[in-house]
């Protein structure tokens, strides 16, 4: 029988397969820039790995301290802060949206036609937080390229322009009809930026103040934020877009990116930069029930609940979206108060247990919680789309393998 050296019941022989595998399918390729992935379990990092360039045009290589553009993964965090205020009993998750966006009183639901001019329906249910939380709002997308909707979205740049505030983005969406009835249908949204917009509301604290206040602060996320400062800007790494043939294009340059200015809109959904270290931080919190080095972020229970699969009747996503992205696989994956919560591990076709919790990015970051095995993975990367490769699930198949 072969031994294996361990640590935290991880075999580190097994996790070095991470560090081949991206190497020999992404890195030498010419698919991925460069990666950066940390695997941690009962606590303990058993694992962490720098490969290839954080930016190749000026051949600067990964490090463990690179700053990330985490975009998606900045909706747990924000869901988080909201449910830190639900705690403090702030508000109900059943509450209707228009208790707190009075201008969201009477939705209406797109029936045909194109923006300015929609024909719409009155909508069958009233939006609750609840709805917002688990993207069955009604809200999408403007990237989502679907539906007429969607392109208004677009026109108006309600997916984050960074000269926007919360305030606007509320005032429009109150203009423009839902994709359905809320609570009927899943797709992924802007609903997480309306949270933003409530925790700033409901705390009396600017989003971004907020955050640091009660999250960053607590859990020394010392680099994690909202824009690049000045003292960061060397571990900033670049970002890419995928270009067909399996190739990859610069799409944004870390010298000259948004990201350097303090925007107005501050992205509960998307906006936020952070490493590895600091999101390892929030992700241990969270497997070890909501407190990390002697600090609590969130109550046991609440953090339970929130971990759940809401969605109608225990179905997964296949059943109830309309959309065609997301950042998890569909099948045997259902959706927390902020989360994908995997529900049925065969139906998943991918390794893990029920009750495993995550969310991903846009330039293909991603992590996940298995509370189950106490087990922490996260992979950092810049590339966008993130549903260009299945890195995702070939990490959870290796990172699984490792379990002795």
């Known amino acids: 029988m072969t031994e294996h050296t361990q640590v935290a019941g991880l075999s ?80 109900l998750l059943d509450d209707p949206v228009h208790k707190y966006i009075p201008a969201w009183r009477t939705r209406r639901i797109y029936k045909s036609g194109v923006y300015p001019n929609f024909l719409t329906t009155p909508a069958s249910s009233t939006m609750t937080i609840r709805d917002l939380f688990t993207h069955m709002s009604g809200l999408t997308y403007g990237f989502m390229q679907r539906t007429n909707v969607d392109a208004a979205y677009r026109e108006l740049k309600l997916d984050g322009s960074r000269s926007m505030t919360l305030e606007a983005l509320v005032d429009h969406l109150a203009e423009l009809p839902l994709e359905f009835s809320p609570g009927t249908a899943w797709n992924y949204s802007v609903s997480t930026d309306v949270l933003g917009y409530l925790v700033q509301l409901l705390s009396g604290k600017p989003f971004d103040e907020y955050l640091r206040e009660h999250i960053f602060e607590p859990l020394d996320m010392c680099d994690t934020g909202f824009h690049v400062r000045d003292d960061q800007l060397d571990r900033f790494a670049a970002c890419y877009q995928y270009q067909a043939g399996d190739q990859f294009t610069l799409q944004d340059d870390p010298e000259t990116s948004p990201f350097r200015r303090k925007p107005q809109f501050v992205s509960g959904g998307g906006g936020l930069v952070s490493t590895i270290d600091d999101y390892f931080h929030f992700a241990q919190a969270l497997c070890q029930g909501g407190e990390f080095r002697g600090r609590r972020i969130i109550g046991r229970k609440t953090l339970e609940f929130m971990c759940r699969n809401h969605l109608p009747y225990n179905q997964d996503l296949p059943g109830l979206s309309v959309g065609a992205f997301s950042e998890t696989p569909y099948a045997g994956t259902g959706f927390g108060l902020g989360f994908s919560v995997k529900t049925d591990v065969a139906k998943s076709q991918t390794n893990g247990s029920v009750g495993e919790y995550g969310w991903g990015g846009l330039a293909s970051t991603n992590f996940f919680v298995d509370p189950v095995e106490e087990l922490v993975m996260i992979f950092m990367t810049q590339l966008i789309p993130s549903s260009t490769y299945p890195i995702r699930q070939e990490l959870r198949a290796i990172v699984n393998g490792a379990l002795l």
């Open 12 to 91: 580190t022989d097994h996790l070095s397969n991470i560090e081949s595998h991206l190497d020999r399918c992404y890195i030498q390729p010419g698919k991925l820039p460069g990666a950066l992935t940390l695997v941690a379990r009962q606590g303990e990092i058993a694992y962490v790995k720098a490969q290839g360039l954080m930016d190749v045009e000026r051949n600067k290589p990964v490090r463990r301290d690179t700053v990330f553009r985490i975009y998606s993964m900045t909706k747990p965090i924000t869901s988080i802060a909201m449910m830190q205020l639900y705690e403090q009993g702030r508000f």
